[in-house]
């Protein structure tokens, strides 16, 4: 299948070959102590005692391999060094309020300006977080409503508040201002009528004593529990199910209703007395205060998401959403994209009113809040992010999204002499965005800052005035500075990973294509911005689906694709439980997928998708449970005759069972101690020193070394200690093979990028025997690997497809891309400019496409 679009040349190439263009330096030099951070003896984590001296009013990126260090010196040392000098500045109650970082281990740094961190963490979701919300966006359109909005003739104006969903003077009084209401409905409740309440026909209610509890207690009311649900009359279903009365009385176990009524008319003295909670109440009641996932994950089977009745999921009461601005109340002006939304106030924002202009004031007003309005808008579509709406809630977006949309935030503020740090904001970018993004740096410097970047994308490093490159390698092997100064210099410098990709990219990729086995046909998909989509698959190689930001990539592969395949294998898929209101709503937010598998699926056994989600949420879940080896290391250790001699058996050795951990921490390693007006300080336990076991535990000892000291080995020296033990060396070679080696094995899951945590599934993968016929999806493999790291990967993601599988990842990265059989391009743009294939075949073909977006940044040669 060859590309719909070729040419003999690709003129669009020389775009790119004009980004890389020297611009003049910025950089003043460092040594001179009145334009320089100079830090000395930096030691947080795996730092070296690191001296470097930084320039000011410059971009320096902070390169390396993953786990070398560049993150511990970027946001570590100098950002937590600088919030530190910050907050000695606050009073201590205000103090309290500001989510603080540890303070850095270093001896000095001197010259270090007020420092803002834009990190890809989300902090903890919300469904009141909104694009609007963060780029305070929404702030000006409550304005422009309430001061130049058009209001009915009979109502009197409102102010700014009674537009926004947060405050009781806008909220919709039915969904509290969220737009959705929770539902729980008799069908749910009670999935067999044909049950009696004795035979738990109310599933809802809580198994156990406390069910039991409540079917007394509706003895004691007078209520039937032994007729069939469904033979109850209506108005005691519906009573049972949704009243709000909490009536207490007494409670007689096993007695019938007669002799209850007996009991109380003797005054016979209850067993206990009960409180009765309808169904309706007990869940959604459950699900607000629990704080037990498990809890969490049986009451959310019985909700139901709809659109609020009563506003439409406009949010906002009938009074508010009465006034319009360009033909359209605020909830409406909401859910367009940012594109869109810069259209409807182009008018208003661009006309000046006229002296005879009935209501000028009113004119000026809108004029002078559209305008401004309109600049935060086009900031935003500078950065790719278009395509989003002001409705959309923060916990939908991704890390970089929500990055970008900081990142915008801050270039509107026009602040002076602050220094920016920034983790990977090239992350989920396309190249062709990736210019924006460097413009937007550009553009902060301009205005008297510093930026400080932590990036492994080759684009930004060859952009910046100045590169800190740490190294050599991860973990113990890196730590050190070994490149401080311009980017030209660090082409002398032979052990530098970074250098060895920035000055060899412009080199066109040889690559040897493998021809597909068979075709997974789909047609009609439909998904968020796909409509009746038809695509094919090639089966038994590598695939890259490559497009810009919000084109619909992930909406094909990762959604659509995914959801159509487990349906034809017959299988559910895996959805993690709602652990709050936010991932309950998005999950339901969520479109559902049209379209069908037309052809293929007889090749296709079985079905992995290898995602960036967390691999557990509780420092309880690290890399030795996830992977599975640290059940073997258990066993040795529950072997040796010393622990025979005890009786431990494999349990002792768990730091979750009462009989092994630490009684003082339970197993954690450390305990927090909350302090008032500081942030809450987790030390390690005095008990176990940090070591989660207790003294007899930590007496068994396998060559030597007790459960503890292995849990602290990292991956490459364990698979040294662990020579002579093919099951564990298995899955510790998979995760050398991931470029993991650095990592500790009892690393805590809350400690691991999505980067990490991803590679982490996929090693687990690996270590399985390949037996053919597998299909693994994989959605930005590359987010936070440095471009060595990625030749790993790739050279694993080969092996897979060599073993008679097929691979298909969605991807930003040209070196991926470049080096994969085949590339299908979603496009043109993003949101409703996406969601076609622009072009698709070999890499090679792919980059005659004169419509691509992708096609300029190609390392392939086009071969029309």
């Known amino acids: 299948m060859n590309s719909p679009h070729k040419k003999t040349t690709n003129n669009n190439n020389s775009t790119e070959s004009k980004s890389r263009t020297k611009k003049p330096s910025r950089v003043k030099d460092p040594r001179a102590t009145d334009h320089s951070i100079q830090v000395r003896g930096a030691r947080v984590h795996n730092l070296k005692n690191v001296d470097v001296d930084l320039p000011r009013d410059a971009l320096v990126v902070f390169t390396g391999i993953s786990g070398s260090g560049k993150s511990s010196l970027a946001f570590g040392t100098l950002f937590a060094e600088s919030q530190r000098r910050y907050l000695d500045s606050v009073s201590p109650y205000a103090r309290r309020l500001i989510d603080q970082v540890d303070e850095p281990d270093v001896d000095a740094i001197e010259g270090l300006p007020p420092a803002v961190a834009l990190q890809q963490q989300r902090g903890t979701p919300s469904v009141r977080s909104s694009v609007g919300s963060v780029t305070t966006i929404s702030n000006g359109l409550r304005m422009l409503y309430s001061r130049a909005g058009e209001y009915p003739a009979d109502q009197e104006m409102l102010y700014a508040d009674a537009f926004s969903p947060n405050t009781p003077d806008g909220a919709c009084p039915t969904c509290s201002g969220i737009g959705r209401v929770f539902e729980v409905t008799e069908k749910l409740l009670v999935p067999d009528d044909s049950k009696t309440i004795r035979e738990r026909a109310i599933a809802a209610w809580p198994p156990a004593w406390q069910g039991k509890n409540l079917s007394r207690i509706l003895v004691t009311l007078g209520y039937d529990i032994d007729t069939p649900w469904k033979s109850l009359p209506k108005e005691t279903r519906n009573w049972i199910l949704f009243t709000d009365e909490t009536p207490t009385v007494p409670v007689y176990p096993e007695y019938s209703i007669e002799q209850v009524r007996v009991a109380i008319e003797n005054d016979e003295k209850p067993n206990y007395m009960g409180t009765f909670s309808s169904a309706k109440r007990f869940i959604l009641h459950s699900f607000a205060t629990t704080q037990s996932p498990l809890t969490k994950k049986r009451v959310s089977q019985f909700m139901q998401i709809s659109v609020c009745p009563e506003c439409h999921g406009k949010k906002l009461k009938k009074e508010s959403l009465s006034v319009k601005f360009a033909g359209l109340d605020i909830g409406e002006l909401s859910q367009l994209t940012l594109t869109e939304v810069a259209l409807k106030l182009q008018n208003a924002a661009n006309k000046n009113p006229a002296n005879d202009t009935v209501n000028r004031e009113k004119a000026i007003v809108a004029q002078r809040i559209a305008s401004d309005i309109l600049s935060r808008v086009e900031a935003l579509t500078m950065l790719g992010l278009g395509y989003l709406s002001l409705e959309r809630t923060t916990p939908t977006l991704s890390p970089g999204e929500l990055q970008r949309l900081r990142l915008a935030t801050q270039i509107r503020s026009q602040l002076f002499g602050v220094v920016y740090v920034l983790d990977e904001p090239s992350a989920g970018l396309h190249p062709a965005d990736t210019r924006a993004l460097l413009s937007a740096l550009d553009e902060l410097i ?125 299988q559910k898929q895996i959805v993690e439980a709602p652990t709050g209101e936010a991932d309950l709503l998005e999950q339901e937010l969520e479109t559902p997928t049209g379209g069908q598998i037309v052809s293929g699926m007889e090749h296709v056994k079985r079905l992995v998708t290898v995602d960036q989600k967390a691999i557990g949420r509780t420092p309880r879940s690290n890399l030795a449970t996830y992977t599975g080896l640290f059940d073997h290391v258990r066993k040795l250790f529950a072997a040796t005759p010393e622990a025979k001699a005890r009786r431990y058996n494999v349990g002792r050795f768990s730091f979750n069972t009462v009989k092994g951990r630490c009684p003082n921490c339970e197993g954690l390693g450390f305990v927090m101690v909350e302090l008032l007006f500081l942030p809450s300080v987790y030390s390690p336990c005095q008990v176990c020193h940090g070591q989660r076991y207790n003294d007899k535990t930590l007496e068994i000892t396998y060559r030597d070394k007790n459960i503890a000291e292995v849990l602290d080995l990292t991956v490459e020296t364990a698979y040294e200690f662990f020579a002579e033990e093919p099951a564990i060396l298995r899955a510790l070679n998979a995760l050398l093979q991931v470029g993991l080696g650095y990592l500790r094995l009892g690393q805590p899951a809350t400690e691991l990028s999505g980067g990490e945590a991803q590679r982490i599934k996929l090693a687990t993968e690996l270590q399985r025997t390949q037996r053919g016929d597998t299909l693994y999806v994989l959605d930005e493999p590359t987010t936070g690997l440095h471009p060595a790291d990625v030749s790993m990967l790739m050279s694993q993601l080969s092996g897979l497809v060599d073993a008679g599988n097929t691979v298909i990842m969605v991807e930003h990265d040209m070196q991926v891309a470049s080096n994969s059989d085949w590339v299908i391009d979603i496009g043109p743009g993003a949101g409703d400019e996406g969601g076609l294939i622009v072009a698709q075949g070999s890499p090679e073909e792919v980059a005659c496409s004169e419509i691509s977006k992708t096609a300029p940044f190609l390392l392939a040669e086009c071969n029309s």
């Not at 086995?517 to 695939?543: I, Q, S």
């Open 446 to 570: 301009a205005s008297g800052n510093s930026v400080f970047v932590v990036e492994h994308d080759v684009s930004v490093i060859r952009h910046a005035d100045w590169i800190v490159d740490v190294g050599p390698d991860a973990g113990t092997h890196g730590g050190e500075v070994i490149y401080n100064g311009p980017v030209e210099g660090l082409r002398e410098v032979k052990n530098s990973h970074t250098g060895q990709y920035l000055f060899t990219t412009d080199a066109k990729v040889k690559h040897t294509q493998r021809e597909p086995t068979a075709w997974l046909k789909l047609a009609g998909v439909e998904r968020n911005n796909l409509y009746g989509l038809d695509v094919d698959f090639p089966l038994g190689v590598m695939t890259t689906v490559t497009g810009v930001s919000g084109s619909g990539k992930s909406s094909l592969v990762s959604q659509a694709m995914v959801e159509l395949i487990y349906e034809s294998l017959g």
